[in-house]
């Protein structure tokens, strides 16, 4: 689905000696490695804080574990989407509030989120899925009238700028309380291992997540509160600040092979191509196609006869998780999110796409149309 591969090639000689200057430095946890990046991407994303940890799961964990909340708290989250924004509400024992989602743009939307306010609602967690923002300006309204946090999920969305009616725009993930990201290898910025980051504009919040990310101290054996330890290490940490220098690029190459597709496959009948959010520019983490739940799996068997991969991101709703099942009625369903599972299908979307290959996939979904 991603070529890394090409991609590492590209860059290379810088990645190799960042790798190897962090190794003969010896500094493999907290490095300055660690502090440059996070400098590098407090100001790419224009976050006045960024606190790294381990994973982009860890990260949504950390956030929820700063606010404070209560067993019970009810926290509203999409229906459609990874497991991880849904499993650390549970893990926390916070209840996980599972809403429909806009069919067109993938994403929440207030008006989908205002019904399910309850007295015990906390906080919502927006994603941004597939690499576009949601309505923030809506949620962030809707969360400031009811009094509840908003972590922002970002974890496909890196480098996505929102614009408010006022004009102003913001990077995904600094609109929040807290926004989190993934650098899992296949993220739009993705490292070589596991990591995460979380950001905020707040002071306390700041430190708070900072010290629940290292055991609940500020000070080396005085542990204020339960924390974890969560830590993103300095090889990782100068991957990434290389990576981040070509972040426009791959979004830039990620957006020129999405219009290509949306060229040929918006005049194929029986396929529907991704919408474009009001107010969000994209960065394409995946170009997810709808099409008739009859047909969906027989074209992913083409494709793979036919030696290209395709995925489903995400066969089945939370709420119908074994995992879940005890939030849930047994026969909950929200139709909307149904059909997605049923219908949506991603095609590969490479920073460093030979046209050749692309021509190939949309020739075979041609011929599997024709
Ligand atoms: C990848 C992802 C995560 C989790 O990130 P990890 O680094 O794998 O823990 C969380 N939420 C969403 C939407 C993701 O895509």
Redesign the pocket.
């Known amino acids: 689905m991603v070529d890394l591969k090409s991609q590492y090639e590209n860059i290379k000689d810088s990645i190799d000696s960042a790798i190897l200057d962090t190794v003969r430095s010896t500094q493999f946890i907290n490095g300055p490695q660690v502090k440059s990046f996070t400098k590098s991407l407090a100001e790419y994303t224009g976050s006045k804080h960024v606190i790294p940890c381990a994973?982009?799961?860890?990260?949504?964990q950390i956030a929820l574990m700063a606010l404070d909340l209560k067993a019970g708290d009810e926290v509203i989250c999409p229906s459609f989407?990874?497991v991880?924004?849904a499993e650390v509400i549970s893990l926390l024992g916070l209840t996980p509030v599972m809403a429909d989602v806009d069919p067109k743009t993938f994403n929440i939307t207030s008006e989908l989120v205002k019904p399910l306010i309850t007295s015990r609602t906390k906080a919502i967690v927006p994603?941004h899925?597939y690499g576009q923002s949601c309505d923030m300006e809506g949620i962030l309204k809707l969360a400031k009238s009811n009094n509840l946090f908003v972590i922002e999920?970002n974890?496909?969305a890196i480098g996505v700028k929102y614009t408010f009616q006022n004009g102003s725009v913001h990077n995904t993930g600094t609109m929040g309380h807290i926004g989190?990201t993934?650098?899992?290898p296949s993220?739009n910025l993705g490292c070589y291992g596991?990591?995460?980051a979380m950001f905020t504009n707040d002071d306390d919040l700041a430190m708070k997540l900072k010290m629940i990310a290292n055991h609940g101290q500020e000070v080396k054996y005085y542990h204020k509160v339960i924390g974890c330890n969560s830590r993103l290490d300095s090889i990782q940490a100068s991957i990434l600040d290389v990576k981040l220098k070509h972040l426009d690029e791959y979004s830039a190459a990620r957006n020129q092979m999405a219009l290509r597709y949306d060229e040929v496959f918006s005049t194929v009948e029986g396929l529907e191509i991704p919408k474009r959010q009001e107010n969000s520019t994209h960065v394409f983490?995946q170009y997810t196609l709808k099409t008739n739940p009859e047909l969906r799996d027989k074209i992913i068997s083409h494709l793979k006869e036919n030696g290209i991969p395709a995925m489903i991101y995400y066969p089945v709703p939370l709420y119908k998780q074994e995992a879940f099942s005890h939030y849930v009625d047994p026969d909950f369903e929200i139709p909307n999110v149904e059909r997605l599972c049923k219908s949506v299908f991603s095609l590969p979307i490479h920073t460093e796409i030979e046209s050749s290959n692309q021509d190939y996939i949309i020739k075979e979904i041609q011929n599997f149309f024709n």
């Open positions: 994973n982009g799961t860890d990260a949504l989407t990874y991880a924004t994603v899925l999920d974890a496909q989190t993934s650098f899992f993220k596991d990591g995460g983490h």
